[in-house]
């Protein structure tokens, strides 16, 4: 008797751990692939020559040293928000209110610039400004932590409905501290005297941003992977019944590293007011709290990773910008070339974690 056996021809197998350069070399693949559809797509849609749409997004970035700069000061705010988030991520405590967290440190920084500008001297507007707004956003992540500890609460949906809640204060302080009146909104802070300014290095406005954000990926580096803390974030994520086991306080690691998320995070907003806007509205963060999700997770929760994926997304969204304004298309197009990139760099990490085997069907007698 003849048993007919078939064989799948296409197997997907999980790949064993691949050294870094071969995770890159995929997803260095993937990029290229996407220009390629998005040359077609950009011919096909619209006319223009996809080379020259390229040279746009490239010029986007590196055209003048004005927006050399730009990116730079992108890329230190973006990365900020990344790292604050990182470690909550790490926990497996899934922090998606980095953009509350980091509106709550702007508004703290921004209460100090006006409050105090007939008060204190510059210097001590600045150390208050500093001060405030790590407490601030420390707090934004507190909250959340507590209830998760004390009562087991959904930290995703408390997150998120935190991020509300901050937008809505500064909305309603913009409002409160309105320049001119009747304007609804706070305009520059303090223009004429500058109190509450973060000093500016040589001639380089953004340079002190870059510095100081540089040196927090390296600490976050550092605290993750050679830390006691960062030691016991990662058995708590990985099980919190093997880190009770051990003797690890899960309700103190949560509180205490949502204190460090918030905290970051509170710093990404003082820099955002005190060296770059010198104002406050509900959408100075700009929807980095959402994009360092997928910042974070892109680069595998390692910070220095981060930076090469911070600089992917902002790159590529400079890039969007100047098409729409080099060739007077919608800008909608310019997003929809990001998409279809970021498309296939999600999708490369599908090749990165499995492997596809081909099998010849065949025949198999008993």
């Not at 746009?56 to 040293?65: D, E, L, M, N, Y």
């Not at 019944?241 to 003797?247: F, H, K």
């Not at 205490?256 to 998320?261: E, K, Q």
Request: proline share 2%; hydrophobic share 50%.
């Amino acid at each position: 008797m003849n048993k007919k056996e078939r064989t799948p021809v296409v197997h997907i197998v999980k790949r064993g751990a691949l050294p870094w350069y071969g995770s890159w070399g995929i997803r260095g693949c993937a990029i290229l692939a996407a220009l390629i559809v998005c040359g077609i797509i950009t011919s096909v849609v619209t006319g223009e020559n996809p080379i020259q749409v390229y040279v746009a997004i490239f010029k986007g970035s590196f055209g003048t040293s004005r927006k050399f700069w730009v990116l730079l000061q992108n890329i230190a705010m973006l990365l900020c928000v990344s790292i604050a988030v990182t470690p909550a991520f790490k926990m497996r405590f899934w922090n998606i209110g980095g953009e509350g967290q980091a509106l709550a440190g702007a508004l703290a920084s921004a209460a100090c610039m006006i409050c105090l500008r007939n008060v204190l001297p510059n210097w001590a507007v600045i150390v208050c400004m500093v001060v405030s707004s790590i407490a601030a956003g420390a707090l934004w992540g507190f909250i959340p932590a507590f209830f998760k500890a004390r009562w087991n609460t959904n930290e995703t949906l408390f997150t998120l409905m935190m991020n509300y809640v901050a937008i809505q204060l500064v909305a309603y302080f913009s409002v409160v501290w309105e320049s001119p009146k009747g304007s609804g909104n706070i305009g520059i802070i303090n223009q004429n005297t500058m109190i509450g300014w973060l000093p500016q290095i040589g001639r380089y406005k953004y340079l002190l941003n870059v510095i100081i954000v540089a040196l927090l990926t390296v600490g976050m580096y550092i605290y993750l992977n050679y830390s006691k803390h960062g030691y016991e974030l990662s058995v708590v994520g990985e099980s919190e019944r093997t880190a009770r086991y051990v003797g690890i306080k899960v309700e103190k690691v949560i509180i205490r590293t949502m204190l460090l998320s918030g905290a970051i995070c509170g710093i990404a907003g003082m820099l955002l007011v005190g060296g770059t806007s010198h104002t406050l509205t509900s959408s100075i963060v700009d929807n980095r709290g959402f994009t360092a999700v997928m910042v974070a997770w892109l680069a595998k929760f390692n910070p220095i990773w981060m930076i090469f994926t911070s600089f992917l997304l902002v790159f590529l969204g400079r890039g969007a910008g100047e098409i729409a304004t080099n060739f007077s298309l919608n800008q909608s197009f310019g997003d929809i070339l990001t998409g279809i990139i970021l498309f296939f760099i999600i999708g490369s990490e599908f090749f990165i974690n499995y492997k596809i085997s081909f099998h010849h069907s065949g025949k198999k007698e008993d």
